[in-house]
């Protein structure tokens, strides 16, 4: 933490040497906390660089990207940066932006064209965020027998697919850790509580030892129904999911949950870091810069890390 | 009294062979518990859980008596729940946020009634324009993120219980007998299913159609709100993007469960709340079974078809001919040969 | 002769819609089918075209026993129609249209060229300069009928049915299409004509067939015929003197009292505002042909549409009817034309169906007791002689006489002081007519007023004191006394100043 503050003050002093740098942003648009989370923090991180932001909400359309795209190309911007809503039809746009000697970021998901087309993505690898998690629990539960179940992502989804199986591999070596149930909670809270009911009635509750839910809104539904059958989340059931959204730490601070591995909306750092390299002196970032998936605990001052949260419009 | 209750047995008998046949694959399905003062057990589970789609298809059936339908019901959800946590998050009590997220229902309803009532819009279009836009308006009241409160009032009407019993529970079956009591002790069934079958013929008698079809999409955005209450209730928290999704499909399909025709006329409440059930069932029955996720829609799509094709008019003739047939097989006709 | 139908029959349930109709159609003649709705014009075309399977009678085409099961069978063997609306697809181009399910074809592809050329070919002769390769929907509907005239004669090639074709044309492209149908008889088809436009049958057909509640009326040839014979063929004339005597015995009644006066009535395009004064227990018969706004006029009276004009009032002062519950709440009944569409509701019960205005009227928080509805019910059917095994049978499973009982006894039951009944014996069967006649007569008796539109003048004689005779929406001439009967009518209805000048151009 205390690295990226100062690595963002060199950044700071940077920025002020050269003349402002235009970067044009076009983001998918607001369908969740995380994404809104991720536009303040874009604007703040450009605020405290120096760079003059241009903002494009797309409302979840790629025509509208495309247009905002070809404006920003027009406009002679220094930078795109870019949370592709699709992963197809970008070829030309992207030619286009190249042609102009602009480079462009993908920021949170990835595209399928040439990647000589964008200078670099930054996002978070799925399957790492899952093995964090389960690793996690392989040492929080030593030796001893844990029947384990699962909620899931909306079935099909990439994040469900790849946060199963990192959860998997993690575990994999640990005959004690067993996944007895497992059932779709589509991301959201009340899915989340519905199935945790089910899985309680299904496995007579004293019987389950820990949830691992793909997302935090899903264990936050879950922490619900756990309570409400009249059983403590966080000591009965220990509560392991992924995305740290501000709520989640809450209830950290409750005792109701045990950990959560961030997927960090701060995908604009890195992206200004490669950016800020690449202008300086033409250094070519790798084609993709993994962010950190950070595991949180109860041992992290939940309560502060509820507060820096709170406000970046999760 | 012995019309009422033909009118729902297919709808009990569905009920009854879906409860034999997810006991099948979880035996302790029918299990009740009493504890901490509270019923617990998967039947419970079914009647708290239903009770969204259970309200919405109340609303729905009288809408589609009238020969319309209301696709804006899920999205009027989101918007009374977000309308109920803001009001709680500003400090206004629970009183307040309950008669707020009812009002904003029913100005959705006064909203979808007139476009159809008074401009003429068809049902399908007037609710689509609410369904699709409406989302917006509630992710302007929650600012686009989960808007969470921790009023324990007001989540009991989501998660509470009366005497044991869900509290959810209580509303929809409350909401249901109170619209059957409305419906069937005045004259306002008859007038509803008259504009239904036929709106012009029924307006040259005398019946008010605008106003009765303004009154039934008011019922609808009512119900709704009661649904989007609960559903905000429960997880303490308005999700403006999830609350209610694709919750208008399963009232309609509740509703078409419940034998009631699309195109409008006779219909019965009791057997829409009833196809709510079923569909609860079906789903609650899913998780328990455990099967991978992956099968629940098919296992979901394969359950409705069946039950769907087993109530087809098509089906019900040829049961009936059946029926007429073994009962004269089992009264033979006097033979010859007793009086020879 | 072309096509002969001998004895033709069809029945659907409830009514006879056609019964033992002859028609002749000669080659190279334009033949006009003419009566009024429910006359059983449409159902004999449907019965030619194969849309309907007849129940009796015969078909000859060419002298050949024809049994068309299929409008598609008809064209094969040489019948073609074209309908009012006419049944191509505007989105297509013109040449698609017309060579529609046999294009011509090169490598199992649709040969564009040849298809233009083929089209061009096809419309060679009618006349039309149009650019065949563009989308029918650009050009007018005159140019879209002829184009659909060609296809039909190009596919068919005998007989050519035509279906109120007029009805939605201007009169150059009445002119245009005349020309196109001329040239058509020319050539030796046989083209059918109906049309209630009487002008243009006049300036257009050799022959014409009249047709009324499903029975074969007259053939006449046009030039020999009268307007003022053709109305009365067209409205029935076959009453004896017996029921002119009962017309003109109840016009001594003069004195009873006024009940309502409508004044200055009406709206733009609709009706012109007219005046009327209806006294109590009295019968008022609309006499006028289709389309001359007789229709209209009892809509005005009970605010199906609202009146723009005019200004109604009783003893007691002004009474307002804008709307149809403040027509009802003034004491109107209206039984409307369409019985099916406008009159009943199917799928409810005989007893619901006759308690529905009482209780809109009463108001849904004070609903009617089910003893009440019963007896209600019971009582009507009993008095109607309502034709159901019970109150509880959905009217739509009723016959169209019984239908018609309901409808009455709903506004019955609600003891109205005027009763409007537009077409109140259509489409039902003759013992039902006679009831419904007798029931009319009683209620008077009790005090009721009754405005009745009917295109039977017969009946009209029989039940009314005094008739308004209408034309082009037009209140004309009130007749009252000894001019109750069928030759004043319809001298009045004919007298001739209304021709439009289109036809009368095609006349000379």
């Known amino acids: ?314 | 009294m012995k019309r009422a209750f033909l009118r729902v047995l297919p709808q009990l008998l569905t009920l009854a062979a879906l409860i034999a046949l997810v006991t099948l694959f979880f035996p302790q399905f029918l299990s009740v518990d009493y504890q901490a003062g509270r019923l617990s057990g998967p039947v419970i589970d079914v009647l708290k859980r239903g009770a969204p789609v259970a309200l919405l298809a109340v609303g729905m059936t009288l809408v589609i008596a009238t020969r319309g339908i209301d696709l804006s019901v899920g999205t009027v959800m989101a918007i009374t729940g977000a309308v109920a946590a803001w009001t709680i998050s500003a400090g206004w009590g629970v009183g307040a946020a309950i008669i707020l997220a009812l009002a904003a229902g029913i100005a959705c309803g006064v909203w979808n009634g007139c476009l159809v009532a008074i401009f003429g819009i068809q049902p399908i279009v007037a609710t689509l324009i609410l369904m699709t836009s409406g989302r917006g308006i509630a992710q302007l009241i929650t600012e686009g993120r989960i808007l969470t409160f921790t009023d324990p009032a007001f989540a009991w009407l989501g998660s509470g219980t009366l005497l044991g019993i869900p509290v959810p529970t209580i509303l929809w079956i409350v909401a249901a007998i109170a619209t059957v009591v409305l419906m069937r002790r005045t004259a306002l069934g008859l007038l509803v299913e008259a504009i239904g079958i036929n709106r012009a013929a029924s307006a040259l008698a005398g019946v008010n159609a605008s106003v009765l079809l303004i009154a039934v999409y008011m019922a609808s955005g009512l119900c709704a709100a009661l649904a989007g209450i609960i559903a905000t209730a429960d997880i303490r928290g308005a999700d403006a993007n999830n609350a209610g999704l694709w919750l208008e499909l399963d009232a309609i399909l509740a509703v078409v469960i419940g034998g009631n025709s699309l195109l409008g006329g006779r219909f019965s409440v009791a057997a829409s709340v009833l196809g709510a059930m079923i569909i609860q069932t079906i789903d609650t029955g899913i998780l328990l079974a455990g099967f991978p996720s992956e099968y629940n829609l098919v296992i979901k799509a394969a359950l409705v078809l069946v039950i769907l094709v087993l109530q087809s008019p098509n089906l019900a003739d040829h049961w009936h001919f059946v029926r007429e047939n073994v009962r004269r097989r089992r009264e033979p006709e006097p033979s010859p040969d007793v009086k020879s | 002769m072309l096509l002969s139908i001998r004895d033709l029959s069809k029945s659907f349930p409830g009514t006879r819609a056609l019964d033992g109709v002859d028609f002749d159609l000669r080659a190279g003649e334009v033949h006009a089918l003419l009566g009024e709705n429910g006359a059983g014009k449409s159902t004999l075309i449907k019965c030619l075209t194969g849309a309907y399977r007849r129940d009796a009678g015969e078909i000859r085409l060419d002298g050949e026993k024809i049994s068309p099961s299929s409008t598609s069978e008809a064209q094969e063997l040489g019948i073609g129609t074209v309908y009012q609306e006419v049944n191509l697809l505007p989105n297509l181009t013109v040449a698609q249209n017309l060579t529609f399910g046999r294009e011509p074809r090169r490598f199992g592809m649709v040969d564009g060229k040849a298809q233009r050329e083929l089209a061009r070919e096809m419309l060679d002769g009618y006349g039309l300069d149009i650019d065949v390769g563009r989308d029918l929907g650009a050009y007018s509907v005159a140019v879209r009928q002829i184009v659909a005239i060609a296809r039909a004669v190009a596919l068919s090639g005998k007989v050519l049915i035509l279906d109120e074709p007029t009805a939605s044309l201007d009169a150059a492209e009445v002119r245009m299409l005349f020309d196109v149908i001329r040239d058509l008889r020319d050539r030796g088809l046989g083209i059918i004509f109906v049309s209630h436009f009487l002008d243009q049958v006049f300036a257009l057909c050799d022959r014409l067939t009249v047709l009324r509640n499903g029975r074969k009326i007259t053939t006449e040839t046009t030039a020999d015929l009268d307007r003022v014979k053709l109305i009365e063929h067209m409205l029935g004339h076959e009453l004896d003197r017996a029921s002119e005597e009962a017309a003109t015995t109840d016009s001594v009644a003069d004195d009873r009292p006024e009940l309502l006066r409508f004044e200055g009535i009406g709206r733009a395009g609709v009706v012109e505002p007219f005046d009327l004064t209806i006294r109590k227990g009295e019968v008022i018969g609309l006499a006028g042909l289709l389309g001359s706004g007789r229709t209209e006029t009892a809509e005005l009276m009970f605010g199906v549409r609202t009146p723009q004009t005019g200004k109604t009032r009783d003893a007691d002062g002004p009474v307002s009817h804008a709307t149809p519950r403040e027509a009802i709440a003034a004491g109107f009944g209206f039984a409307p034309e369409d019985r099916k569409t406008h009159g009943i509701i199917a799928d409810l019960s005989v007893r619901e169906n006759i308690i529905l205005a009482m209780q809109a009227h009463r108001g849904w928080t004070r609903p009617i007791p089910r003893a009440e509805q019963d007896a209600i019910a019971e009582d009507y059917i009993a008095k109607l002689d309502i034709r159901t095994s019970d109150a509880d049978k959905p009217v739509g499973d009723l016959s169209g006489g019984n239908q018609q009982k309901v409808v009455l006894a709903r506004w019955l039951a609600m003891n109205p002081r005027y009763l409007i009944l537009d077409e109140p014996t259509r489409g039902i069967d003759v013992g039902a007519h006679a009831e419904i006649l007798r029931l009319i007569q009683e209620i008077t008796e009790e005090g009721m007023s009754i405005l009745v539109i009917s295109s039977e003048l017969d009946e009209l004689i029989a039940v009314v004191d005094r008739v308004i005779v209408l034309r082009d929406r037009k209140h004309m001439r009130e007749l009252t006394g000894e001019e109750v009967a069928t030759d004043a009518i319809v001298r009045a209805i004919a007298s001739s100043d209304h021709a439009p000048d289109a036809a009368r151009d095609h006349a000379r």
């Open chain 1, 1 to 314: 933490m205390k690295k990226t503050l100062m690595m963002s003050a060199a950044c700071i002093f940077g920025a002020t040497m050269a003349s402002a740098q235009t970067v044009g942003f076009s983001q998918i648009g607001s369908e969740s906390g995380w994404r809104a989370a991720e536009t303040t923090l874009t604007r703040q991180q450009a605020e405290e660089r120096g760079i003059d932001l241009r903002f494009s909400d797309a409302q979840q359309r790629q025509e509208n990207q495309i247009a905002a795209i070809r404006t920003f190309v027009a406009q002679g911007v220094d930078a795109i940066l870019l949370a592709p809503v699709v992963a197809t039809g970008w070829d030309s746009v992207l030619e286009e932006a190249s042609q102009a000697d602009i480079p462009v970021v993908l920021l949170d998901r990835q595209v399928d064209a040439p990647d000589d087309l964008y200078l670099t993505a930054v996002g978070s690898d799925l399957v790492h965020e899952g093995e964090v998690a389960g690793e996690w629990l392989v040492n929080e539960v030593g030796d001893s027998e844990c029947r384990v179940v699962e909620l899931q992502g909306t079935t099909g989804s990439s994040p469900a697919i790849d946060r199963a199986q990192g959860f998997r591999n993690a575990i994999e070596g640990a005959e004690n850790i067993e996944i007895v149930r497992s059932q779709t909670g589509d991301f959201t809270r009340t899915g989340g509580k519905e199935v945790m009911e089910s899985f309680l009635q299904a496995e007579s509750g004293n019987e389950i030892c820990a949830l691992y839910a793909h997302n935090d809104d899903m264990a936050l539904g879950a922490i619900q129904a756990i309570n409400e059958a009249g059983m403590n989340p966080g000591e009965d059931i220990l509560i392991v999911s992924i995305d740290a959204v501000p709520d989640i730490f809450q209830a950290m601070a409750a005792g109701d949950a045990n950990a959560t591995v961030e997927l960090t909306p701060n995908m604009a750092g890195p992206a200004f870091d490669a950016l800020e390299a690449y202008w300086a002196d033409g250094t070519e970032p790798e084609k993709f810069i993994q962010t950190e998936s950070q595991l949180y605990t109860q041992d992290d001052d939940p309560q502060a890390e509820y507060e820096a949260r709170k406000d970046l419009g999760y």
